[in-house]
């Protein structure tokens, strides 16, 4: 059975058994892969140039060959696409361009910034092309397999793949968020503030707390953000808390005080976090107009300081 079959067997419910091949073995490409194959799907083959990447494809694809990538769809009835963002569009081109891809072939992107007119080249040498973006963190561990359980995946196709694509999702252990064309660059951006500037966030506190002399940073922080976490995604801007909710100036002034002599380099954030705290506990009614003149003041002051 071809690959097209096979996404009409998909439109059914449950997509028939198919030959996997992956371009790009960083985090993401072999631990989908390895699902896919939980699901019954055989990977065939694997592109990866880098050290790290040959160890990656040996813990999660043991067994399958890394080739060249035109080989890679020569063996695949499916294809994922896991390359950086800025290559995709440059990878398809020359896919299609030097006739690599077949028609009836499942071609996948897993980039949250594309939909699926960036495979246009390769639609128009006949592939099936779909956008399936994991919203999770990958270590490029076996780990990553079972995170999958549960994660939402931004799905963009075709009207007649839509559901071939959610039940590929399915089948990897995730849930399917339908996101339209225009709309991916939006939701990767809202991915983007969610996952990696809370990445620096945390680094930057638990940095702090060393400095102030707390030898675990992580064990103090982990009840006290994965609170945080909760109960923002419970109740949005109502779970504000803290000085700047509370309109207290002199707190912030006398933190940006201790910024400003022990870590300099994160005035800034903390500025702009802090700013955009205040103008949402405004918005709310949280943060009192009477306090929230000085609190400002305060953070403006101080960008004055940082600019000199």
Same mark, same amino acid.
């Given at each position: ?24 073995? !960083? ?13 019954? =799907? ?15 494809? #040996? ?49 996948? =992107? ?111 922080? !982990? ?83 940082? #600019?000199?």
């Amino acid at each position: 059975m071809n690959a097209s079959q096979s996404a009409a067997s998909g439109a059914e419910g449950r997509p028939a058994r198919l030959a996997v091949g992956v371009v790009g073995a !960083g985090r993401v490409g072999p631990a989908l892969a390895a699902a896919l194959k939980l699901a019954g =799907h055989r990977p065939v083959a694997a592109s990866g140039v880098s050290d790290a990447s040959r160890r990656r494809a #040996a813990a999660l694809l043991p067994d399958v060959p890394l080739v060249e990538p035109a080989a890679v769809l020569a063996l695949a009835d499916l294809v994922l696409l896991t390359v950086p963002d800025d290559t995709l569009p440059a990878l398809v081109t020359g896919l299609a361009e030097t006739g690599a891809v077949r028609p009836g072939q499942l071609l996948v =992107h897993t980039s949250g910034r594309y939909g699926t007119a960036v495979l246009d080249p390769a639609l128009r040498a006949g592939a099936l092309p779909l956008a399936l973006h994991p919203a999770m963190t990958f270590t490029g561990t076996p780990v990553d397999v079972q995170r999958l359980a549960g994660c939402s995946f931004g799905v963009t196709a075709p009207g007649e793949l839509r559901m071939a694509a959610e039940a590929l999702v399915i089948e990897m252990g995730g849930e399917p968020e339908w996101i339209e064309e225009a709309a991916r660059p939006l939701y990767h951006a809202a991915l983007a503030i969610g996952s990696n500037h809370l990445v620096t966030l945390v680094a930057q506190a638990s940095d702090l707390l060393r400095q102030a002399g707390v030898t675990e940073p992580g064990r103090m922080l !982990g009840p006290l953000l994965g609170a945080a976490l909760d109960n923002a995604l419970r109740s949005g801007d109502a779970a504000l808390t803290g000085p700047v909710a509370r309109g207290d100036a002199g707190t912030v002034a006398a933190h940006l005080e201790q910024l400003r002599a022990h870590a300099p380099d994160t005035v800034a954030s903390y500025v702009a976090m802090a700013r955009a705290t205040a103008d949402r506990a405004l918005a709310n009614g949280m943060l009192k107009p009477e306090y929230a003149a000085a609190l400002l003041g305060a953070l403006a002051n101080d960008e004055g300081t940082t #600019a000199s």
